[in-house]
């Protein structure tokens, strides 16, 4: 994967990247991150957590569209623009075997080589982190003791970074996706049916997957 580098971006850099998908939010948190940490600005600091608090909702989205088999309505869509901290209970109500279906789709990926690399993301830390960058885009006290305090600054900018470096790493490592039971060939998904309902474990459908692959690919 190629990955884009954000160390040592100016100003000018960042605001020529013009696509706003999660990935890109977050490549202009981490490049308004490492400004700051090489310039001290303390604006940059801000403008890292719009970026990347940008970047974890519009991963969210990203999440809920794939949960759903890009199937998401219009009417649910709707209620995520206006209460951006539902995106967790929306993909929990509107797919409630999420979990489920990422073991399942890990299962799958282990007995195909040609399966792209696939990450999978916990919404549970993404909220939280969404938590911690939301806190420097509200008021947050007195100039002389927070923005103009060096310690106060140092600490923040510790934490800012280890809200967003761990999520950048992990975005840069693959791609988000799952295999969608529509998506599934009749074989396949009726394992996947025994698997979700807990009637086999994971090495039992990992076993029925890779012994009826062959008759799978003929139902394909």
Partial sequence: MNIPNHIGKSPGDILAIEFFDSASYLYRGMAWLDYHKRTKQFSALIYACAEGRHGVEYLLFEELVISTGANLSVEDYQKCVNERNRFKKAIAQLSPD???????????????????KLIYWDHSMLMKAWGSLSHYLHWFGARTLTSESATW???AQGEISKVLEPIWLKITSGQSGLMHPKDMNPVVREIWERFRLGAIDAPTAKFQLDYLKPLAVRNA
């Fill in 98 to 116: 999420y979990e489920r279906l990422q073991e399942f789709t890990r299962i799958l990926a282990s007995l195909e080589a040609s399966f792209p």
């Fill in 153 to 155: 600054v140092a600490s």
